[in-house]
């Protein structure tokens, strides 16, 4: 069996978001599963000397219409700058990672009611608390996802996760990888889609 | 008859290149014509605090293959990273902006072999006298596409396109505008698509 295809994300990263939408479902169409990998972007970019989007000179305004813009143009309903943006997404982050160590599947399904709470229901996820009840609902215990957040050994996990990203090559979110071959981007979709069908091009 | 669509670009840029051999078709396709707007992108970014992508760690080395994949996405034979790359690119911006005060159509052409030269050809067209000589090739008089690209008033005008062009947003190369709604890079050419088939959305 193929291995799964990886898929890197920040939990503040609205095109990370619509990607997040879409990329279990473009995978199984081509009998591929999907590997979730949070990351902070906010670490990444100390590394490359980048810039959050939203805070650059004309390209911050571009950037806020054109995520709506392409929220629509994916049909992707409900999405929202939230209010409190960007965030920083550590807490999102070690609670998914810390689940996905002991159900992966949860833990994706997790990392989208997180994404959801954010981007179109305006829970600020930075909160520790605020995150851990959005966990909850998904039937993960509350106290024992708030307590990852604080838990020394998960967060030396997500430092892990992050410096093998860095060392994949990751600079970006969504950014994703189909054997071995780095795609970053939301407007990357098309090319994997073909890259997958035909194992390169 | 509905306004040209208008299309930012820098020399220097290979996504700039690509969407050149597409944004024509596309527009036709629609029933609207181009308005070509050769821009500098190193006073854009002065502006606005960015620098050149294949600078950035790891981004950089990611965009160079992400150039020539896109490429053969898109169908664009020839295309390669030329040998000195990113180039300054006043000399070809200023012979096709003079030119197309006196033959728009033919500016565009001008442009299309400005930039097949560098990209295809590895021609260094920030070199005046290569520029010119590119241009000399479409019909141009060689010398007087020589001594446009000294010329105070094409050099001013030049900027006051530049400057134009920031004022109306643009940082980044291409650049599409359509009836007002901005359009950054060849990724969102299915966007475009849409916009010009819908009148927005």
Known sequence: MAAPIDFYFDFSSPYGYLAAQKIDALAAKHGRTVDWHPILLGVVFK??????????PLKGEYSKRDFARSARFH???????????????????????????????????????????????????????????????????????RA?????????????????????????????IVDGEPFWGLDRFDQIERWLATGGF
């Open 47 to 56: 590394q490359t000397g980048m810039a959050p989007l939203t805070g650059i």
């Open 75 to 145: 049909g992707i309903a409900g999405f929202r700058v939230p209010t409190k943006f960007p965030i920083a997404s550590q807490a999102p982050s070690r609670i998914v990672l810390w689940q996905k160590a002991r159900d992966a599947a949860l833990a994706v399904r997790v990392a989208k009611a997180l994404f959801r709470a954010y981007f179109v229901d305006d829970v600020d996820i930075s909160n520790p608390d605020a995150a851990s009840a959005v966990a909850a609902k998904e039937g993960i215990d509350a106290a024992a996802a």
């Open 148 to 176: 990852a957040v604080d838990d020394p050994s998960v967060k030396d996990a997500l430092k892990r996760e992050v410096d093998a990203a860095v060392g994949r090559g990751v600079f970006g979110s969504p950014f994703i």
